[in-house]
């Protein structure tokens, strides 16, 4: 990606009455919410890595004295904030990261806090608006879920040598003047990076905007099977290393047999869900609603899934289960109620890939 919108040294201007510099640093918002998303592997995290450092920036603009771009100056903030925040030596992993997969006959539920988890994000926090499709390809496949979990795999600072290389499309002394080291150790940091990848291969997966005419029919075979809670259909559509991960839970099982009988037996109480598409990390998405319990009319929040599809099957099945974190931040409704329903109806856009959602209606979150 290259480094487009940017600044000339010594372009800034003082903040002043007019908003000026405001304006200035909102240009950079959602890339540098992307960078920080791959470094941290948290929507949450970015985010508050990003007012953090829009708030070093506005003490110390002063300072500035535009020998760099207003962006690598952010940047280079960002980096720090980053680093700070990954000192302690958090990271976030899959549950595929933590443990070997289970049968779904000796299936164990078991939870782990909220901070082991790598995050799912909402395209348009960390995507840049471009109108270069390889360009956007590109940002798509850097935050896929399996690119930024094994990011999680590099100690941080090859992490920010990566991610500014082969990512963002940094020259290698531009890196070094960024984290105040040599060309030659920014060199070396990102071969022993791409090394650390390279021991952990990539599943593959396509984006989903646009989505082409084999995506779009198998997303739509997905919606109505999963809808119709027909699991023998819902089971064609899966490779046969699928994958389904349920956090906070950091069980996983792999392949159609026992997905499928997980959702016969433990997760029986799905039947009868209605599904909400989206997209999370360049990714298909539904937001998923299960009968209300009490037998009234309606539809509540249940998982946020994020599928992960390759040559024409769904390779992953992700449910991030914690709703109350995921629906509000991708602006999926608090409930579904029979006319909602069918204001939305059964279709998957050709496009765009994904239906909007109604706002969320008043009252805090489920």
Known sequence: MTNTADLPAGAATAPDADGGLEAALDRYRVELTGYCYRMLGSSFDAEDAVQDTYVRAWRSFEKFEGRSSLRSWLYRIATNVCLDLLSAGNKRARPMDLTAPQHQATAVLSERPEVTWLEPVPDGRVLPQTADPAEMALAKESVRLAFVAALQHLPPKQRAVLILREVLAWKADEVAVLLETTTASVNSALQRARATLSAHPLRESESADPLDAEQVALLEQYLSAFEAYDISRLTTLLHEDAVLSMPPFDLWLQGPADIAAWHLNQGIGCKGSRLVPTTANGLPAFGQYRPREDG???????????????????????????????????????????????????????????????????????
């Not at 509000?328 to 998957?348: I, K, R, S, V, Y």
């Open 296 to 366: 009234r009319p309606g539809h509540v929040p249940w998982a946020l899934q994020v599928l992960e599809v390759s040559a024409g099957r769904i390779v992953g099945l992700n449910a991030f289960l914690d709703t109350a974190r995921w629906f509000p931040l991708f602006g999926l409704p608090e409930q579904l109620d029979q006319a909602h329903q069918a204001e939305q109806g059964p279709q998957l856009g050709p496009c765009s890939g994904h239906r909007e959602a109604a706002a969320p209606a008043a009252g805090g979150q489920p």
